[in-house]
């Protein structure tokens, strides 16, 4: 792994950590596309970085937020959402964030194709 | 990934946002219990000090500054609560829940409560002084809904993918019809117009008589009525003929009701007099209370609040304490409409066809479209289509205009000093009609039947009756000085308990019957007859009375009739001795209430057959025991399916008897255990999300019963008041401050509360003089 990969990816967790506090939803997702677009990402490097970074921070936040749930109310609300446990909620949420990754990364590369033909 | 996804006539929120770790569903987990300041439409600073319960006591110089921070607080704690009674009110819950509760929403719609609430809200404009305080607690409710992002909602906004809507008066008069719509919609026109229809006056004087003989009523015979009542007017009381039915999803639950009442000092162990109170209401969680404390320069009142309206509705001040039961009166009649023609655009009135208005109605439904509809409003009200009504205008209290603002009843009894100050705020207070207990530190005590009691012509008001004639309508409402009231009476207590307002000596009709109820009054006054030197854990012990009356006047009555068992098998005789020894109280540990309960239902069942077979509604339970009692070999306890033989009550008790025992031996285990696990008591939530309520509580009481605790109904808020000075209380309550599921205290008082445990209350004057667990800063902006 270059040290340029590394970068990228520590860019792309950075961004997403950011982007997920302090924008709205769907900020996680419109800064990979940015960044994949900007950098110009093959579309592998760009699905790979994206889905990666948006699954782990999703992956982590939900388990650090479930650490806290001192009454249970995400294994309720998972009830309500055809009975899904916490740690399945957790799961679910991780899936979400990989497949928005995924997706944004797939978009920001094409975009990021389309930029580098001009 | 940003949409709704339908699933089994349900709805999943749009994941994407939903499951967002920062700002979806995952931030609901640690609710916010943090100090913190904020800018508001304030004249000057106001704090709010939350206690260890998280109570808040709002400190602030004016009472508009306080209404604001009351407002604020409501929504912070309660704004799903809010939101959805309102709603249920105005017919608007399809729009959050979809198609299943459509049916609910035409029919809310067809009967005009949104649109009285409105003109309700119009008219509270008039009065500018009262109109700008409604205006500062809708003020302080929308400053917290601006506040919100997705990622602040409520958990239950974020489930429901809905976005909190914005407050407003008219959501504050849906606040009150909501209260109105659960305590003073009951009536029994079209069942009294069926039976009347299918027995003969004979019978139906027989089974269906206006009073109880042991009635012991809220306003003691000793009351001399020293005032010339207005005459009745006549009118022909033309029952339209060929009505049938029932209309039992919009009947006022008879397990509504509560106790209250007030012991003079010269009863009590150190010579203050005590004020006790126990509404009983649909339980959920949150609770539909919350409490409060609120001091301005001119008041210092603790209590519970009502999330959507301003002031304390229930409590005690420096001075006086006051409390609530409902009266039960019947302020509901159905006039039935004759169209001129399929169009249904006029109907007759006094020989003449009149335009009916037409108010359309469109209905947001999620996942659907519009459902629009047309509701028809006459003199008489708006006209239902869709149920058994079909065709008939109602006329209820909740729709009419009147001189008050309802709030004004709220501001003075907030700040009432005495008993003259009370009789003002009474004054004021409209509907839902209730018994007013009050006690006051000079030690006065009284009790008032409060609110608007139509005066109808002679006859009137039990049945349907014929639209065409306006000379059918209300006549007036009693006047204010005839409305039944006592102060300080001799026997040293007032109380009340759902049952009938006064005896027959009252000049005027009270109709109700069957919802004045029979049992609980007649337990509360005993006990206070006949204790001296009445302490606060007597008032404790009494509020958790679990005595059933109503099984210790009939049962014996019952076993007598099985002469020892001889009708019964070896087997049923093991379950009569069981019963024969029961000391009447319903605790959750017994098991003879299990089976008088069983028993009654089956002896009912069997007696009544020729009643049920002409869907004709059944006697009281005090009637049936006096028949049972008198008449034991009465027509009705002929069986219908045995020709060849007359039974009588015996034949009915031991055949009753048997059936009980087979249906108990098919119980579950867990069912058949004791009282407690039979009942199954329960707290589901607000939005019945499962699994945010609780599924099962141990609990004694029940029906009829001072502890009136049930399946899902039951003392929803608990307060005795003992009126030294100051003023102590002891308070409790089922469930929590917070209607944050999350919150610790979202049910943090449920524990011990059917356990009997009680919170010592007083009135915290000075905020220096104690450390909050939280505070709120609100400064002008």
């Known amino acids: 792994m270059t040290a340029k990969t590394i970068l990228t990816y520590i860019a792309m967790l950075a961004g997403v950590i950011l982007s997920g506090y302090f924008g709205p939803w769907w900020a996680p997702a419109a800064f990979v596309v940015l960044l994949a677009g900007l950098m110009q990402m093959t579309p592998k490097k760009a699905i790979m970085a994206g889905g990666l970074s948006v699954g782990v921070v999703y992956l982590i936040m939900a388990a650090w937020m479930n650490s806290m749930d001192k009454t249970d109310i995400i294994g309720k609300t998972g009830m309500l959402m055809g009975g899904l446990s916490s740690v399945a909620m957790i799961v679910v949420t991780t899936l979400i964030g990989v497949i928005t990754g995924v997706l944004a990364g797939w978009v920001g590369s094409g975009i990021g194709g389309m930029l580098g033909k001009r | ?781």
């Open chain 2, 1 to 781: 990934m940003g949409t709704d996804l339908p699933v089994k006539g349900s709805f999943l929120p749009a994941l994407g946002r939903f499951l967002n770790p920062f700002q979806g569903v995952w931030q609901n987990v640690n609710p916010d219990l943090h100090s913190f300041d904020l800018k508001g439409i304030v004249k000057a600073d106001v704090k709010i000090l939350f206690d260890e319960r998280d109570i808040p006591h709002i400190y602030a110089d004016n009472l508009a500054d306080a209404l604001y921070a009351q407002g604020y607080i409501h929504a912070a704690n309660r704004l799903f609560q809010m939101d959805i009674s309102t709603r249920s009110a105005a017919g608007k819950l399809s729009e959050l829940i979809g198609t299943r509760t459509l049916a609910i929403d035409r029919r809310q719609r067809e009967r005009g409560f949104e649109w009285s609430s409105e003109q309700k809200a119009k008219s509270w404009e008039n009065d500018k002084a009262i109109s700008a305080l409604i205006d500062a607690y809708t003020n302080g409710v929308n400053a917290y809904i601006s506040s919100l992002d997705y990622k602040h909602w409520p958990l239950e906004y974020k489930i429901l993918s809905h976005d909190p809507v914005s407050w407003s008066t008219t959501h504050c008069a849906l606040m009150l019809t909501n209260m109105a719509i659960s305590l003073c919609l009951g009536e029994n026109d079209l069942e009294y117009s069926t039976a009347h229809a299918k027995l003969s006056s004979e019978d139906y004087a027989f089974l269906f008589p206006d009073h109880n003989a042991k009635e012991s009523p809220v306003i003691p015979s000793e009351k001399i009525w020293d005032f010339v009542a207005v005459p009745q007017l006549t009118s022909a009381n033309t029952t339209p003929s060929g009505l049938q039915g029932s209309d039992k999803d919009s009947r006022k639950d008879d397990l509504n009701g509560s106790n209250n009442w007030a012991v003079a000092g010269s009863k009590t162990a150190n010579g203050f007099p005590i004020l006790a109170n126990d509404p009983h209401l649909s339980l959920t969680l949150p609770n539909i209370w919350y409490e409060m404390e609120i001091h301005t320069p001119e008041m210092d009142v603790h209590g519970v609040s009502l999330p959507g309206l301003p002031l304390i509705v229930i409590g005690f001040n420096d001075h006086i304490a006051w409390g609530s039961t409902n009266s039960g009166q019947d302020v509901l009649d159905w006039y039935q409409i004759t169209w001129k023609d399929s169009t249904h655009h006029e109907y007759k009135l006094d020989g003449k066809y009149v335009r009916a208005s037409l108010r359309p109605e469109v209905i947001k439904v999620r996942g659907q479209s519009n459902v629009i509809d047309t509701i028809r409003y006459t003199h008489w009200g708006p006209v239902s289509h869709l149920d058994v009504h079909h065709d008939m205008a109602m006329k209820w209290i909740g729709h009419q205009k009147t001189p008050v603002n309802e709030v004004e009843y709220l501001i003075k009894i907030n700040k009432a000093k005495d008993v003259n100050e009370y009789r003002e705020a009474i004054a004021a207070f409209q509907y839902p009609a209730q018994n007013k207990v009050f006690a006051s530190t000079k030690g006065d005590i009284a009790i008032s039947v409060a609110g608007l009691m139509p005066l109808r012509p002679a006859g009137h008001g039990e049945t349907v009756t014929s639209g065409d004639l306006s000379s059918n309508d209300w006549q007036q409402f009693i006047p204010f000085e005839h409305a039944p009231f006592i102060i300080n009476p001799k026997r040293g207590f007032v109380s009340s308990a759902n049952q009938a307002p006064a005896d027959e000596s009252y000049p005027y009709p009270l109709l109700g019957k069957r919802y004045f109820e029979d049992y609980r009054s007649r337990v509360v006054n005993t006990v206070l007859d006949s204790t001296k030197a009445l302490t606060v854990e007597d008032m404790k012990q009494l509020q958790q009375n679990n005595y059933d009356l109503h099984a210790a006047e009939l049962l014996p009555l019952l076993l007598t009739a099985l002469d020892q068992g001889a009708c019964l098998s070896e087997e049923e005789k093991k379950w009569f001795h069981e019963i024969s020894n029961w000391n009447y109280q319903c605790h959750r540990d017994s098991l003879s209430p299990i089976l008088f309960n069983m028993w009654y239902s089956e002896f009912e069942k069997m007696t009544w057959d020729e009643l049920e077979n002409d869907s004709v509604m059944l006697p009281e339970e005090w009637r049936f025991t006096e028949i049972v009692r008198d008449f034991p070999e009465h027509k009705y306890f002929d069986q219908l399916l045995t020709r060849d033989k007359k039974e009588t009550m015996k034949d009915i008790a031991c055949a009753s008897f048997s059936a009980m025992v087979k249906a108990y031996r098919n119980l579950k285990d867990e069912d058949a255990k004791d009282w407690g696990h039979f009942k199954h008591s329960n707290i589901p939530h607000l939005a019945r999300f499962p699994n945010f309520g609780v599924d099962f509580i141990n609990a004694s009481g029940g029906k009829h019963i001072v502890n009136a605790m049930s399946k899902t109904h039951g003392p929803s808020w608990r307060m005795i008041v003992e009126l030294s000075e100051p003023p102590k209380a002891w308070v409790n309550i089922p469930g929590g401050q917070s209607g944050d599921p999350a919150s610790p205290h979202f049910k943090d008082m449920l524990e011990g509360y059917f356990d009997g445990e009680y919170y010592e209350v007083s009135i915290r004057n000075d905020p220096s003089s104690w450390t909050p667990a939280k505070q709120i800063n609100i400064s002008p902006r």
